[in-house]
């Protein structure tokens, strides 16, 4: 499955790509040494197929207790580069701690990244939250399928807003499984890719 959805990545001519598993407390337990041990895996397969992809990882940290205990151990966390890290916050209900964890993870010394804010749906009536992350010190990835109305009007019109008025530097393909995959693919798809983040072709894209 990585193999298949990687080639698919690389004939859009996406040539390096980071994997962000997720680490959720009470879900997805992952450590550095499961990710990485897996990671090389498919590194090696990739070299015997002789796909030139640049493939690294990292992780996608849900913000929760579990968390907070790794933030504060000795043990560095997995970056996306430097001291960047891809954090998530849940879909049912707002963190009523985020500007602690956010000022924790600053003083931590990481710089956070978060996932699809355009897909949490309590902020889609208080716009105004998206320039409050922000303020947090957040830089704000969003979905390239959210762009196309794949998660739903609400999350379209969300994801449009925070690219119109400059809140996001960053986009993802938050890419699980075959559905994604074709959706990326779809010529429609690309075309508004194109016009909605200034004609960039995916190889310019931060990714």
């Known amino acids: 499955t990585s193999l298949h959805l990687l080639r698919g990545l690389y004939a859009l001519g996406i040539q390096k790509s980071i994997a ?31 796909m030139g992809m640049e493939l690294t990882a990292a992780a996608e940290y849900m913000l ?34 985020l500007e602690e964890m956010a000022f924790g993870i600053l003083t931590g010394g990481y710089k956070p990244i978060l996932a699809h804010p355009e897909r949490y749906f309590y902020y889609h009536e208080n716009y105004a939250m998206y320039d409050r992350l922000r303020d947090l010190g957040f830089l704000l990835q969003v979905n390239l399928l959210s762009l196309t109305g794949y998660y739903g ?28 995959l074709a959706a990326l693919q779809d010529m429609k798809n690309l075309a508004l890719f194109n016009e909605l983040l200034g004609g960039k072709a995916f190889n310019d894209l931060e990714m």
């Open 64 to 97: 929760d207790d579990h968390f907070m205990r790794l933030l504060k151990q000795d043990k560095p966390l997995l970056t996306l580069h430097k001291n960047i890290i891809l954090t998530e916050i849940p879909y049912t209900l707002p963190p009523n701690n």
């Open 153 to 180: 009007k609400n999350v379209v019109k969300a994801a449009r807003y925070i690219l119109k008025k400059g809140l996001s530097q960053l986009v993802g393909t938050d890419l699980h499984h075959e559905r994604h």
């Open 20 to 50: 962000t598993p997720h680490i959720i407390g009470d879900l997805y337990r992952n450590t550095p040494e499961t990710i990485n041990t897996a990671l090389e895996k498919v590194k090696e397969a990739c070299g015997k197929e002789g």
